[in-house]
């Protein structure tokens, strides 16, 4: 079936803009994941939802990232006035907390340079 | 989530077995390890995953020490399509698999 799936692959950014970015998540997977990986570096934890409620947010850098995941699916990851620090992989991945192993299917990410 | 420490990288001549140690000697009772990679320019990849005892699947086993304070993933007849990174990850699922990944092994396999 259809695996995760995120939009833009890629994104330039003026420093100051604005950037949202997609996940689609496997159907029927109601955990989702976003984190952000660093060049050369592992992916770091930004936020979780469970359905379209955010359970926990607390690897969000600073109060310019917003996410959000208003139907329990389609999950949108915001970053307002980007700085060049952001720029990143961004990558999001989704699991059925109800079915072992609880493995995440990771997107294939978004990554975002800010210039 | 416990931490684990892994060597930065690590070489492998293609046909032989890769085996990739993680420590994590801080591991609690109820967390698991599980082992990913990712390949370059792709999101990572779930390979397998263990409690106590070791595991096998058709991508690679994994032995856990009896104190479970390290593991090994093997790949047992490595190829070079398994060029990545390997990271390794402990986790108590209880917050349905938030993962703290570290910055893993960058495995090489050469012809």
């Known amino acids: 079936g259809a695996g995760v799936s995120q939009s833009p692959r890629y994104k330039v950014a003026k420093r100051g803009q604005d950037v949202a970015l997609r996940c689609d998540p496997i159907s029927g997977h109601v955990s989702l994941f976003w984190y952000q990986q660093a060049l050369g570096q592992g992916p770091e934890f930004l936020t979780y939802f469970q359905n379209e409620a955010q359970l926990d947010k607390s690897g969000l850098p600073s109060d310019r990232f917003f996410a959000e995941r208003p139907e329990g699916s389609v999950s949108t990851l915001k970053i307002q006035r980007t700085q060049q620090e952001d720029s990143a992989v961004y990558l999001c991945a989704t699991t059925d907390p109800g079915s072992p192993p609880y493995e995440q299917y990771f997107g294939p990410g978004t990554r975002l340079t800010v210039t | 989530d416990a931490k684990t420490t892994q060597p930065p990288s690590m070489d492998c001549a293609e046909g032989r077995a890769a085996n990739l140690p993680c420590n994590h000697s801080?591991?609690?009772?109820?967390?698991?390890v599980y082992w990913y990679r990712q390949i370059h320019s792709q999101g990572p990849q779930y390979i397998i995953h263990g409690l106590k005892n070791n595991e096998t699947n058709e991508m690679a086993s994994l032995i856990i020490t009896e104190d479970r304070k390290s593991s090994t993933l093997i790949l047992p007849h490595a190829t070079l399509r398994d060029t990545a990174v390997y990271y390794c990850?402990?986790?108590?699922?209880?917050?349905?698999?938030?993962?703290?990944f570290g910055d893993g092994t960058t495995l090489t396999v050469k012809p």
């Open positions: 990850i402990v986790t108590n699922n209880t917050n349905a698999g938030k993962s703290t």
């Open positions: 801080t591991i609690s009772g109820n967390e698991y």
